[in-house]
């Protein structure tokens, strides 16, 4: 039997001690190739090295998630400049980037 993973979980059927090898309900070689099929496509999904530099995969998707909740959102933009960032300044768009401007000198008075 193929293996269904990743669309879903096999079902896979663990031979008893009563089993023998040539068992009609869990053959012997079928035990082997439908292990060997969940093995294959769970290395499919996962690639070389999942892992990465970290021990486990888990530990790579906790640095994963921990680095993009605390990433800040204006990182990736490519139209954002900012200097100098003071207290009370807000992101104004200059026609061509977003810019920190202190908020008083805003033309509108501030209503936004």
């Given at each position: 039997?193929?293996?269904?993973?990743p669309?879903?979980?096999?079902?896979?059927?663990?031979?008893t001690?009563?089993?023998?090898l040539n068992?009609v309900?869990?053959?012997?070689h079928?035990q082997?190739?439908?292990?060997n099929?969940?093995?294959?496509a769970i290395?499919t999904?996962l690639?070389?090295?999942p892992a990465?530099?970290?021990l486990?995969?888990?530990?790579?998707i906790?640095a994963a998630?921990?680095?993009?909740f605390?990433?800040?959102?204006?990182?990736?933009l490519?139209d954002v400049?900012?200097?100098s960032?003071?207290?009370?300044?807000?992101?104004?768009?200059n026609?061509?980037a977003?810019?920190n401007?202190?908020e008083e000198?805003?033309?509108?008075?501030g209503n936004?």
């Amino acid at each position: 039997m193929p293996s269904q993973y990743p669309a879903s979980l096999d079902n896979l059927i663990n031979p008893t001690i009563n089993d023998t090898l040539n068992s009609v309900t869990v053959p012997h070689h079928l035990q082997h190739a439908n292990a060997n099929d969940a093995l294959e496509a769970i290395q499919t999904v996962l690639g070389v090295s999942p892992a990465g530099p970290h021990l486990t995969v888990k530990d790579r998707i906790i640095a994963a998630e921990t680095n993009i909740f605390n990433q800040s959102v204006l990182n990736g933009l490519t139209d954002v400049t900012i200097n100098s960032a003071e207290t009370g300044q807000v992101l104004r768009y200059n026609g061509n980037a977003w810019i920190n401007y202190d908020e008083e000198n805003l033309v509108d008075g501030g209503n936004f």
